[in-house]
């Protein structure tokens, strides 16, 4: 148990390395390797995940937000931190005062740094992001060469970076459109160079795109998920084995546990929990834990997931609850109060998956992983 909580997240060092470096051995020594820790890490701790992902050997981290990049330069100040996502400008001061990099979409936003910027008597470095057919973030064809000129002729800001992103190259085996964007990403980059504007760190590679094709690895690449030792999608580990590669062998970073809180005999014929939608059919052993959907532990799990005590499984009965999650541990010997309960890892011969999970509720691993609860 992690001191004063009952419901806590385990992270193994051993795993980080070895996905780190998997990684560096597939990009090679000349490229450098982002680590996305937005989202709290992907559910697995900003912090903690940084300072594992330096000693891993990571080059950059990319966060979604200020706060998120002030978490990270606290615990590693040597590692360059880009801002993916949108800071109001009332807040760029900060950007340009603690040398975070930032991603830039829009003409506005680029004016506003420069701004800043030049009051504080200070150069900012910039990555803009090209539109390609992600229809997200992104600077259209159009407005491409005239911001890019502003920002390369501008005193205060610097043109570090060129930046894209995939839509669709981890959710299918065709990939004809992610490779129409990387053929659009080349033809911006080669018109920039016509007119003598050439970032000076090229990037467009997420998890799947960095295992999948070399040719988008450029100079810097964005391992996400795979980071962390989860596949993106069943189809990547498909499209992985059907391009004649063997497989990524990733390691699942993080173990989910909590603690019985409570046991209790539940005769036959009675409800369990809000809605009274599990009736027991017999006299059960009943089991209370300390968390629910206030944690992260997704409610459509009810009467469907199960955890694991004692290296056996223990279904849930009842909806689960804010703050609490019952299961029947009748067949389970020995049982006891504090016992360790295992939610996402392994306990015995029994492994329970971040990708099982999130085929039960019908959603995906990201989900599951990012909505664990920081407290």
Not at 163 to 191: P, R, W
């Amino acid at each position: 148990m992690a001191g004063i909580h009952p419901t806590w997240i385990e992270l193994h060092q051993q795993a980080i390395e070895h996905n780190i470096g998997l990684f560096r051995r597939h990009v090679g020594e000349g490229v450098k390797i982002m680590v996305p820790i937005k989202a709290n890490a992907y559910g697995h701790g900003l912090q903690q995940m940084a300072v594992s992902f330096e000693k891993a050997g990571v080059d950059w981290f990319g966060v979604h937000s200020l706060e998120e990049a002030f978490l990270a330069k606290e615990v590693c100040p040597d590692i360059p931190v880009l801002i993916l996502g949108y800071v109001p400008f009332e807040a760029l001061e900060r950007v340009v005062d603690n040398d975070f990099r930032l991603l830039v979409s829009s003409w506005e936003t680029a004016e506003a740094l420069a701004r800043t910027a030049a009051a504080r008597q200070s150069v900012v470095r910039v990555h803009i992001k090209i539109e390609t057919g992600t229809h997200r973030q992104g600077v259209n064809k159009r407005d491409l060469q005239i911001l890019a000129r502003f920002v390369s002729d501008s005193p205060h800001l610097h043109l570090e970076g060129g930046v894209t992103h995939f839509a669709n190259i981890e959710d299918t085996t065709d990939h004809s459109y992610a490779m129409g964007q990387l053929e659009a990403f080349h033809k911006e980059l080669e018109a920039l160079q016509d007119h003598g504007i050439k970032p000076e760190i090229i990037h467009s590679a997420s998890s799947a795109a960095t295992m999948l094709f070399k040719t988008t690895h450029f100079d810097m690449v964005r391992p996400g998920l795979s980071s962390y030792g989860l596949w993106p999608s069943r189809e990547t580990y498909v499209s992985l084995l059907e391009n004649g590669r063997s497989s990524f062998p990733l390691q699942p970073v993080l173990s989910w546990k909590t603690v019985i809180s409570l046991i209790k005999d539940v005769p036959a014929g009675k409800y369990i929990g809000y809605g009274c939608s599990y009736r027991t059919t017999r006299d059960i052993k009943l089991a209370v834990l300390p968390i629910g959907y206030y944690d992260g532990y997704d409610r459509g799990l009810s009467n469907i997931g199960y955890v694991l005590i004692r290296g056996q499984r223990a279904p849930i009965r009842g909806r689960i609850c804010m703050n609490l999650t019952m299961v029947d541990v009748t067949d389970i010997q020995g049982v006891k109060q504090e016992d360790e309960v295992v939610l996402i890892g392994e306990q015995g011969d029994e492994k329970l998956s971040v990708d099982l999970l999130a085929s039960m509720i019908g959603s995906i691993n990201y989900e599951v992983v990012a909505r664990i609860g920081q407290h």
